[in-house]
């Protein structure tokens, strides 16, 4: 079983930056996509768009509207997933996941069908 558990959400002014961490308590292989998540207010699950996504060998890819103001990175040492978000926007205020998925035939880790999710942790940005 495959945890994972959020952390650093909270309230910040646009303009300002967060960093959101994921523990992950197992890796169930060496090849894997990470991905980070968000739910906007009112939003239903099935309507949690992308943000970011990560494979094991670090090849990153982000959301057009993410691009240039956000940042994945990983520490598997640690078991850590991180999203650096820089220049936040009230647009970018949602609960925000992780998510990890052990399939070794992703090609593109932003089109990953993730098996494993997090509990969310809130991110509001004010205007």
């Known amino acids: 079983q495959v945890q994972l558990v959020e952390s650093g959400g909270g309230s910040v002014q646009a303009g300002g930056s967060l960093r959101v961490s994921c523990a992950v308590s197992r890796y169930a292989s060496s090849r894997f996509c990470m991905g980070w998540f968000r739910q906007a207010p009112g939003k239903e699950r099935e309507e949690r768009e992308v943000?970011?996504?990560?494979?094991?060998?670090?090849?990153?890819s982000y959301a057009d509207s993410v691009k240039g103001r956000f940042t994945i990175s990983q520490d598997t040492a640690k078991n850590t997933l991180y999203l650096q978000m820089n220049s936040l926007k009230p647009e970018d205020t949602a609960m925000y996941y992780c998510?990890?998925?052990?399939?070794?035939?992703?090609?593109?880790?932003?089109?990953?069908?993730?098996?494993?999710w997090g509990q969310g942790t809130q991110v509001t940005v004010s205007s």
């Open positions: 998510a990890a998925d052990f399939w070794m035939g992703w090609v593109n880790c932003l089109l990953a069908d993730f098996a494993h």
């Open positions: 943000v970011a996504a990560i494979a094991s060998d670090g090849t990153a």
